[in-house]
Each structure stands twice: as C-alpha cells, then as structure tokens.
C-alpha cells in the first residue's frame, strides 16, 4: 500500500499537553477504525507549528477524507517514494 507523508499546520503544536495530543490520537484512530484496514497511521512528528505524520493509504483522498472526518488539517500531502538512512550508504 503507497505511504505518505502529511503536513498539517497547526499553530502552537509543539505546546499542546500530553493530554491534548492523547485526545488528538484517539480522535484520530476512532476515525481510522471507521474507515477501515484501508487507512492506517504509522507515527507522526510533531514541531513548533506543524505536524507531519506518515500514513499508508490507497491514494491521496482517502488521506484527505480521515482529515475531513477527524476535523484535522490536511495541508500538503507528499507521495513517499523510497525511503533511505544510514545504512544505505553501506550498499
């Protein structure tokens, strides 16, 4: 299944409590689960003001739709083509 990668911007994010960003993830799995295995959320960074997380999903709107349902921002999503670290410079 393709992964991508979302930025939502959302001022102050890297202030938000513990609890603000636990509810902030069951909102967002509640909304996973109603959609189905078609969608799912491998782990997010959050910074200042933004959030990027990684998702692996069918195609760009299924991405948009969780969005739209759980009331977060989608604003740029970005196809991952490949992924590489350290260890790839070893090949």
């Given at each position: ?24 993830s069951q909102t967002s799995c509640g ?30 709107a299924t991405i948009r739709e969780h ?25």
């Amino acid at each position: 299944m393709p992964k991508f990668l979302i930025e939502r911007n959302i001022p102050g994010a890297g202030n938000l409590t513990p609890e603000q960003l636990t509810a902030i993830s069951q909102t967002s799995c509640g909304v996973l689960n109603s959609m189905g295995p078609q969608i799912q959320w491998i782990e997010s960074y959050v910074t200042a003001d933004k959030v990027f997380c990684v998702y692996r999903a069918p195609d760009e709107a299924t991405i948009r739709e969780h969005g739209s349902k759980g009331g977060f921002p989608v604003d740029a999503v970005y196809a991952i083509k490949t992924t590489i670290d350290p260890g790839t410079a070893e090949a």
